[in-house]
């Protein structure tokens, strides 16, 4: 089935290159945005028209239809926008450019991958991510669920990042620590050392600004993904996909 695209978060124009390799390369029909901010329903953005809020979901949905959400805000925005849709219904797909390798990655549903993004092999990644430009993962990296990794991040072999973790612009994080859950990495830190969970790190070397409490616990996995998502996918080489939509 060719399915129809449909994004959630009008604002980032780089997402137009996004969406030409999904027409072009994936065979991807991009449909629609959906977007909270009243102001914009009604408009275009990146050619496309935004048709309403994640309540109107009900009124677009079909068989073809499959969601991405794009907000990279907070991982906690993030996290609440995807697991209001699984409640309403909505299907997800991966948005992944076509020119990332992920051969012998693991990768789940929901996902966003911006161009320029490199993940190496061994790594295992979960749903509901989003990395952005330049960003690499390294060998048998592991990354949790609702995760944002902002543009320039390296992370290093072995790395083990938690769910709902935000790292913030060309952070460097050294082989084989963790990263806690819902912990933040602030841009242009050199991480040492594991960070515990819900603590904010800055500097180099990376220290502990803030402690949070972490929110979601018990339910970080998004509890009705498997039920209404397109299956995990091991890999994949560039261009036969994880999922009959984008790759
Ligand atoms: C880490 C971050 C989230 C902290 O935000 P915050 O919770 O609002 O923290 P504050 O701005 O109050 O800063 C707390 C302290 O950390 C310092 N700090 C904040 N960010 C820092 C950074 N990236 N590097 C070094 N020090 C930093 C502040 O100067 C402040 O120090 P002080 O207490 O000595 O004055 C934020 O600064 C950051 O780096 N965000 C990443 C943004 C990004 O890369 N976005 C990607 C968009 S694509």
Known sequence: MRYRLVLLGAANPETRRMLLDARERQGVEPYA??????????????????LGGIASVEAIDAPDIRYVNLITRDTRTRYLTTHEMLERGCRFTNLIHSAIDLTDVTIGTGNYLQAGVAVQAGAVIGDNVSFHVG????????????????PGVCVAGCVDIGDGVFIGANATLLPRIRIGNWAT??????????????ATVVGNPARVVRQAPVPFTGHERLPTWSRISEPRSEGSPPGTGSSPACR
Request: aromatic share 8%.
């Open 33 to 50: 945005f959906i977007d909270n901010d009243p102001a914009k329903w009604g408009s275009e953005f990146c050619g496309l028209p935004v």
């Open 185 to 198: 990495v602030g841009a242009g830190a050199v991480v040492l050392s594991d960070v515990p969970d819900g």
């Open 135 to 150: 960003s690499i993962i390294a060998h048998e990296v592991r990354v949790g669920n609702s995760v944002f990794i902002a």
